[in-house]
């Protein structure tokens, strides 16, 4: 049955944490996989997360399934988090929310249910860099790829003119992912005059936004970091898709807490993609996963632990942001080249401008991991690892 399976390709960043596990040199950095870790390298646990853990542990409540579309609450709750709670769009009901495994799913499920509605001509643009995830789930789900010019290498920004114009001429209909914040890998974004300009153009063209958001409260707090969703529901937009991920934002990586909204025309639209959204789950896996929903649901659900939490997120922002800052200076004090663009770079990541060449020498000769595109994970450096990385890429750029 299985003697012409071939091996498949690993996920280049997970299979570089193996090698960086396997590695038997002290004091070797990670500075490859996306996980925000504290001062002293750790995964955290929130407080408020915690707090709500204790509670249902004491609480010992039977372990039924969930509904096909999730913890109600989380739902309620998500989408108000998402959208600004008031937003005339939840008050219509135009907004149809589920539950998923993660962000993952909620683009698997977001794809797969698109697909169904756009049939065999299914395409997605997607940002030039963006997360391998994005062009294999999209690929996988039927849809042809196209790409948008999105990052500059040589101002290591945006290049705003190519986006533009790249989006100008993709067919009325085509699905256009859009990264709403901390963009996964470059860490640049757009501020809220150039998604004016991008949705005035996704708005005209008729083509579909469907937002990623896995980092919302890791650049400059929760409602900023929706600017993208907040202007997208002002916009008039009839139908736009976001699939949002509290991995990073409540620290709960493998809980895999995400969701996937739907926005309508009107309210019967709305109910008719719920019921296709839960049609996509059952024939996939059924019904989400209660745990960790109900941890964040705990968490937003009282006024008082929400605010404390939102404390958090905002320790881990300050801490990023702090680090950012201090790289730049330590690459400043080694006598690198200048690196001051990280400063203005958004979330845990940073397009460090690196070659290939360079990662490779800094994987061999000083034990740090980067990714083959230069891609640093800023959430990983320290005070006490920091020197030692600024000293590594300076001598690797000198
Ligand atoms: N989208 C982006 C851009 C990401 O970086 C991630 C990261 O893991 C995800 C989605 C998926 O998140 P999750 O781990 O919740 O599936
Ligand atoms: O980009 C990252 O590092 C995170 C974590 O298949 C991740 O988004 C990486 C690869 C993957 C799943 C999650």
Not at 12 to 25: F, H, M, N, Q, S
Not at 87 to 103: D, Y
Not at 243 to 270: H, I, P, Q, T
Not at 353 to 368: D, F, N, T
Request: with cysteine.
């Amino acid at each position: 049955f299985f003697a012409s399976v071939e091996m498949a390709p690993g996920d280049p960043i997970l299979g570089l944490t193996e090698t960086y596990l396997a590695d038997t040199r002290p004091g070797k950095i990670n500075l490859g996989v996306g996980i925000y870790v504290d001062e002293q390298g750790h995964v955290p646990l929130l407080r408020t997360v915690h707090e709500v853990e204790l509670g249902l542990a004491s609480a010992a409540k039977p372990r039924g399934y969930l509904p096909i579309d999730g913890l109600p609450a989380y739902n309620q709750l998500t989408q108000q988090l998402l959208f600004g709670a008031g937003s005339p769009l939840l008050e219509a009901g135009r907004v149809a929310t589920a539950q998923t495994i993660g962000g993952s799913a909620a683009l698997r499920v977001g794809a797969d249910l698109l697909r169904q509605v756009a049939g065999a001509g299914a395409k997605i643009a997607i940002s030039n860099p963006s997360w391998g995830n994005h062009h294999v789930v999209f690929r996988t789900a039927g849809f042809e790829l196209l790409e948008y010019r999105y990052y500059d290498p040589s101002s290591h920004g945006l290049d705003l003119a190519g986006m533009l114009e790249d989006l100008g001429k993709l067919e009325p209909g085509t699905v256009v992912l859009l990264h709403a914040c901390c963009h996964n890998p470059t860490g640049v974004d757009l501020d809220a005059v150039q998604w004016q300009q991008v949705i005035a153009l996704l708005q005209e063209r008729k083509l579909l936004p469907f937002i990623d958001i896995a980092y919302q409260g890791f650049d400059q707090g929760i409602a900023a970091d929706a600017t993208a969703i907040r202007l997208l529901a002002a916009s008039g937009i009839e139908a736009f898709v976001v699939a949002n991920s509290y991995s990073k934002s409540f620290s709960l990586y493998g809980e895999r807490v995400g969701a996937l909204s739907m926005v309508g025309a009107d309210r019967d639209e709305a109910a008719r993609l719920l019921s296709k959204i839960k049609q996509t789950i059952r024939t996939n896996y059924s019904s989400p996963a209660a745990h960790g929903a109900s941890l964040v649901a705990g968490v937003l659900g009282s006024s008082e632990l929400r605010g404390r939490w939102e404390q958090e997120l905002g320790e881990m922002r300050t801490r990023i942001h702090a680090m950012r800052a201090g790289l730049v200076e330590r690459l400043a004090a080694h006598g690198a080249p200048d690196f001051g663009f990280i400063q203005g770079q958004a979330g845990m990541f940073s397009y460090s401008g690196l070659s290939k060449a360079q990662v490779l020498r800094l994987r061999e000769e000083h034990a740090i991991y980067a990714l083959d595109s230069g891609r640093i994970c800023v959430a990983a450096l320290n005070r006490a690892n920091l020197d030692t990385v600024a000293a590594a890429v300076a001598a690797v750029t000198r």
